[in-house]
């Protein structure tokens, strides 16, 4: 069977608010004004894909859950136009939607759900400084273009070429865990080893890590912790809760530490793996604390394991150390986050490359 992977082109009014009001009609924007997609600007992303990465327009990067829609680069594109991104913006976007169509990353799942989850981006190697994603102070401030637009894009693809009206963006709060980010680690003030070399990269290779990501909440040391072990028992009891579904089993949760917290825990002698292990023994919820009828929710695993425990057993935050997902962002301050993620979804990290599978050099 053949399949026209050619984006649809429309003939509309040649007016900023006409074209603004048919697209917002037709339920293909995030509510907020769009950039139009002429085929003046749409032209010059797909210029610069075929010259960085040898893609053509009608090259298939992914089908997206849950209708099966065919993200070509032309409506990758299109999408990115929309959402104010620059040529440059393409490499890493595409990448991007090859992560999320990747069957363990369960994108529809994450489409379709209630919970408040959305796709998070981090960038790893030169790329990040290359397009200028902010990994530093204030990293999802309206200030970096890149950050703010490439996380725009990638929800209006998920939107306009994998959703179906009625069947998506049903979370219960909706953008209140949806603003679009795309952000980068901060490699330069990171003690260990970056995601991407963790996950068997060259560092100088460039990578995106898509994490199923619901709202963050901030765990406030406020300075007080003065050794990596004290700070160790605030992370451990901010991050395990009832309502952290990752206790639930088969998640895997996030921990974004700001640089100064990261240097505590290493120059107190911690490696990441260390960290990990330290919060998987001690970020526990006490089963007691759980309403039984919760308990309906937990993973076939967790309630073979525990279902029927001593009240008093303590269930851990993830179902190995290594699900722990840790990344240094952020600047000056003692301020972290604790991010738990959408079970029944891997974070997924692909490298960004040209079309022939050689990585992206910049």
């Not at 139009?36 to 893609?55: D, H, S």
């Not at 003030?189 to 970056?194: G, K, V």
């Not at 604390?289 to 967790?302: E, M, Q, W």
Request: glycine share 8%; charged share 15%; with cysteine.
């Amino acid at each position: 069977m053949n399949v026209d992977l050619s984006a649809r082109t429309l003939q509309l009014e040649d007016s900023y608010d006409a074209i603004n009001a048919w697209f917002l009609e037709h339920d293909l924007t995030d509510g907020l004004p769009i950039v139009p997609p002429t085929e003046a600007r749409v032209v010059p992303m797909l210029a610069y894909a075929e010259r960085t990465l040898g893609f053509g327009a009608t090259d298939l990067i992914a089908p997206l859950a849950p209708k099966q829609g065919l993200a070509t680069v032309e409506k990758i594109a299109t999408n990115a136009v929309m959402a104010g991104c620059r040529p440059e913006y393409m490499p890493v976007l595409i990448a991007c939607v090859a992560a999320i169509g990747e069957p363990r990353f369960n994108l529809d799942a994450l489409q379709t759900s209630t919970h408040n989850t959305s796709p998070l981006p981090i960038v790893n190697g030169p790329i990040a400084k290359a397009i200028n994603l902010n990994c530093g102070y204030n990293y999802t401030g309206s200030s970096w273009q890149s950050t703010a637009a490439i996380g725009r894009a990638l929800r209006l693809v998920m939107s306009n070429v994998g959703g179906t009206p009625g069947s998506i963006n049903i979370h219960t709060q909706g953008h209140i865990a949806r603003f679009e980010h795309c952000i980068a680690e901060n490699e330069t003030e990171n003690p260990w080893h970056p995601l991407h070399v963790e996950h068997g990269f060259d560092p100088g290779t460039s990578t995106v890590t898509v994490i199923a990501a619901c709202p963050a909440a901030m765990i406030d040391d406020n300075g007080g912790s003065q050794s990596a072990r004290d700070l160790l028992r605030t992370l451990a009891s901010s991050i395990a809760y009832v309502g952290n579904r990752n206790t639930n089993g088969e998640g895997q949760p996030l921990l974004i530490l700001a640089p100064q917290h990261a240097r505590l825990l290493a120059n107190g002698g911690y490696s990441k793996a260390e960290v990990k292990h330290f919060l998987w023994e001690h970020a526990r919820v006490r089963v007691g604390d759980i309403p039984a009828g919760n308990l309906v929710s937990f993973s076939r695993r967790n309630m073979k394991l525990y279902a029927e425990v001593d009240p008093e057993y303590r269930i851990p935050i993830a179902e190995k150390p290594e699900d722990i997902v840790i990344v240094v962002m952020g600047g000056a301050g003692t301020h972290s986050l604790s991010v738990q993620t959408r079970l029944a979804c891997e974070h997924v990290t692909v490298p960004i490359q040209r079309k022939d599978g050689t990585p992206l050099r910049v």
